[in-house]
């Protein structure tokens, strides 16, 4: 641009006409030849203007052009400002939103840190638990060996001890029966009472050693497990029962596929004490029902002998099963008070537990597992 300038003010310099003589000095064919020499450079001179005017209107274009690239680079400018300036924002969100965050992650840290403390604790607590726990069941283990101990001395002596009163008893038994017999002329009617008293009484004796004698040895003899149809025993016994007692009108009702795994003479001495319960407390009734079957209980597969008999209070069931526990007196139902003891030593000898349900003449139902 400045050249262009420079270029120009060169030419007006050219241009520009030399002082003239007067007119007077000059013929008239100079003066015009003046003149049109003027007239020509005005033309040039008018043609350099026109083209000047041409370049600067292409000059004014082109800032024209170059200030809308600016006003639309201004624009672009703004507008990333404007996004600058939104995302200036949603850092600064962004950036407190990290912030509670991490207040958060403080806080939790902190909670953790106390629920950790608070594990730890209880680890500790539970450590001294499991080493009480473990010196309560050494303890246990050791009362119950010497528990096992003294029922196994307890048995033995049971055992010696009745089966060495058989002797005598049967001695009672017989001279009680020899007096009533070679002496019966002398004897007066008080006398005779008194002897039959002294039999029954032996008798009644005999009775209660040979049921010990039979809970020692279901206590004492070696088990041999096998399966065992318990439907087969149960129909065995209760034919055998009928056939003691033909008068009694029994309906005796047994589940088939009664299968068990254990011992069979056991198992037989189970069943056989809980049908002659049912068959003795049924005794009073014209017409009597039991029933032997099975029942689907929490904890498996139970069994179970059921009549319609005397039934009893459930009230007075604590000791149930315990040796020589009744729950009749023997003028209404003869007894020993061994045969529920019995079958309930059996029942845990093969891991099992047994329980009763019953109601006063409603009949008794008792349950067994093995």
Known sequence: MAKM??????????????????????????????LLNILDDFAAEKARLEETQLVTFN????????????????????????????????????????????????????????????VLNILDDLQVEKARAVRLADDLERRAQELEAANAELESFAY???????????????????????????????????????????????????????LSRVTRMTMQREQVDLSELARSIAADLARQDPAREVHVRVEDGLIAEGDRQLLRVALENLLRNAWKFTAKHRRACIEVGSSDEARGRAFYVRDDGAGFDMAHTENLFMPFQRLHTEAEFPGTGIGLATVARIVRRHGGRIWAQSAIEEGATFYFTL
Do not use: C
């Open 160 to 214: 010696s001890v009745s089966h060495d009163l058989r002797a005598p008893l049967r001695g009672l038994d017989g001279f009680s029966l020899a007096l009533l017999e070679d002496y019966a002329p002398v004897l007066d009617d008080t006398g005779r009472r008194y002897l039959d008293f002294i039999r029954s009484s032996a008798q009644r004796m005999g009775e209660l050693i040979d049921a010990l004698l039979g």
């Open 59 to 118: 000059i004014v274009e082109d800032f024209a052009e170059e200030k809308a690239r600016l006003e639309q680079t201004q624009l672009a400018v703004l507008n990333i400002l404007d996004d600058a300036s939104q995302e200036k924002a949603s850092l600064e969100e962004a950036h407190r939103a990290v912030l509670n965050i991490l207040d958060d992650f403080a806080a939790e840290k902190t909670r953790l840190e106390q629920t950790e403390r608070a």
């Open 5 to 34: 300038w420079e270029h120009e003010s060169a030419r007006e310099a050219e241009i520009s006409p030399p002082r003239a003589r007067p007119p007077e000095a000059k013929d008239a064919e100079e003066v015009k030849q003046a």
